[in-house]
C-alpha cells in the first residue's frame, strides 16, 4: 500500500484577512479530523496562538517571529515530524500576515519529511481592503496569483456591485483558481482535507472542538448551511483505461475552479498495469503507485472538487482522455508523461 500521506495547507493572506478565524472555523467543523496547527506569529507576543480555539497541544506556536525569514527548513521540519508522529491527519500552517508564502510553498515541497505531502495554498483576501492594501503592498497580486484557493473574506462589508469589482479584480490575478466568497473564514473543511471513518467511534468523551461545535448548534450558528457556495464534487469512472499524456495534460492545465483530484487511475499499459493513486492540488500533481487489491476490478475513479465547476464540461474533458476516444498514443513510452508526477515510497 502507499503510504498515508498527512497534507500540509497553508494559509496565507495579508494581515487581519481571516487567518485565523478560518483556521478556528476549520477546528470547530473538523467532522473528526485530527487538525495539528502551525501559528507563525509575527512579532515576540504569540497572540495569534492564543486566539485558536483552546487547542494548545496539537499548536506549535514560532513566537520568534516571521515564519519565511526565522524558519529555516530544518526547524520546520522539526516542527512537521513532531505533528506527523501525534497521529494528525492534516497539518495547517497559519502563515504571518507578512509572511511571503513563496517561501513557505517551497519549504513544504522541499521538506524531506516523507510522511507530508502539499495540501494547498488558501489565500485569504480583506474584500474590504483589498484595493486599499495592493496598492499599498503590490505583493500582494503576486500572492493571489500563486493561491490555489482564493478565499474572498469580509463580504458582509461589501454591497454586492462591490463584491462582484472584488470578485473580478481576483479573477483577473488568480485566473484558474477557486474563488470561495465568505465571512470569518467560513469554508467548507471538505474542500482542503477528506472526512475521516475511525474504527473506534465508541462512546467516550467529547473533545473540546466537539464541545464548540455543539454549543455553536445549538446557537444555530453552525456554518454549514452557509458553506456550500458553488462548492461541489464530481466523480468520474471508467473501465476502460486512459490516455497518460491526455490525463497528464488535463491534470497540468486544470478547468476553472478545480482545486482537488484525488482517486486511481488505470492505464493498462503493459509494464504499467497497477493502480495509480493521483492527488491534486491546483497544479500540484503526484501520483503514486499501488497494486491493486485481490480481485479488484480494473478501472478508473477520480472525485473532482471545485468551486464553480462546470461538471458536464469535466466529465466531457475526462471522456476525451480515455485511451479508446483519444486516438492511439499509448504505448509504453507515454508513461513519461505520469512518471514524471511518481513519488517513490
Ligand atoms: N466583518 C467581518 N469581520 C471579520 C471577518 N473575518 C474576520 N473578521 C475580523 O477581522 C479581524 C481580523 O481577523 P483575523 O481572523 O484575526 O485575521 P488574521 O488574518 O488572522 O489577522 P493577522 O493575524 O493580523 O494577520 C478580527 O477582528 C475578525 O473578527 C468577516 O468576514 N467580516
Redesign the pocket.
Known amino acids: 500500500m502507499a503510504r498515508r500521506l498527512v497534507p500540509v495547507v497553508l494559509v496565507a493572506?495579508?494581515?487581519?484577512?481571516?487567518?485565523?478565524?478560518?483556521l478556528n472555523h476549520l477546528l470547530r467543523g473538523n467532522h473528526g479530523v485530527r487538525i495539528g496547527v502551525i501559528v507563525n506569529d509575527f512579532g515576540s507576543v504569540g497572540i495569534?496562538s492564543m486566539?485558536v480555539a483552546g487547542q494548545v497541544d496539537s499548536t506549535v506556536s514560532l513566537s520568534n517571529g516571521c515564519l519565511c525569514c526565522a524558519v529555516d527548513v530544518e526547524e520546520m521540519d522539526t516542527m512537521l515530524d513532531r505533528l506527523t508522529r501525534a497521529d494528525i491527519d492534516v497539518i495547517v500552517v497559519?502563515a504571518?500576515?507578512l509572511a511571503e508564502p513563496r517561501t513557505l510553498v517551497r519549504m513544504i515541497l522541499g521538506s524531506e519529511n516523507p510522511h507530508i505531502g502539499y495540501g494547498g495554498l488558501v489565500v485569504?483576501v480583506d474584500g474590504a481592503e483589498f484595493e486599499t492594501n495592493r496598492t499599498r503592498h503590490p505583493e500582494l497580486d503576486l500572492h493571489v496569483r500563486m493561491a490555489d484557493l482564493v478565499v474572498l473574506?469580509?463580504?458582509?462589508?461589501l454591497s454586492d456591485d462591490e463584491a462582484d469589482t472584488v470578485r473580478n479584480r481576483i479573477g483577473e490575478l488568480a485566473e484558474r483558481a477557486p474563488v470561495l466568497t465568505?465571512?470569518?473564514?467560513r469554508i467548507d473543511p471538505r474542500l482542503l482535507f477528506d472526512e475521516v471513518v475511525r474504527a473506534d467511534d465508541e462512546p467516550r468523551q467529547l473533545r473540546l472542538d466537539e464541545l464548540l461545535l455543539e454549543q455553536e448548534e445549538c446557537h444555530g450558528e453552525d456554518g454549514h448551511t452557509h458553506l456550500h457556495d458553488g462548492y461541489r464534487s464530481v466523480t468520474f469512472t471508467s473501465a476502460a483505461p486512459m490516455n497518460p499524456r491526455a490525463l497528464a495534460r488535463f491534470l497540468e492545465e486544470p478547468p476553472p475552479g478545480l482545486y482537488r483530484v484525488k482517486g486511481f487511475v488505470y492505464f493498462g499499459i503493459e509494464g504499467h498495469t497497477e493502480r495509480y493513486l493521483v492527488q491534486t492540488v491546483g497544479r500540484h500533481i503526484r501520483f503514486d503507485q499501488a497494486p491493486w487489491g485481490r480481485g479488484a476490478r480494473r478501472h478508473t475513479e477520480l472525485v473532482l472538487i471545485g468551486a464553480d465547476i462546470d461538471g458536464d464540461a469535466i466529465a466531457r474533458a475526462l471522456d476525451g482522455c480515455v485511451s479508446e476516444t483519444s486516438g492511439g498514443d499509448t504505448g509504453p513510452e507515454a508513461m513519461t508523461a505520469v512518471h514524471r508526477y511518481v513519488v517513490e515510497s
Open positions: 493572506g495579508f494581515l487581519g484577512s481571516g487567518k485565523t478565524s478560518l495569534d486566539l497559519e504571518s500576515g485569504l473574506n469580509k463580504t458582509d462589508l465568505t465571512t470569518h473564514g
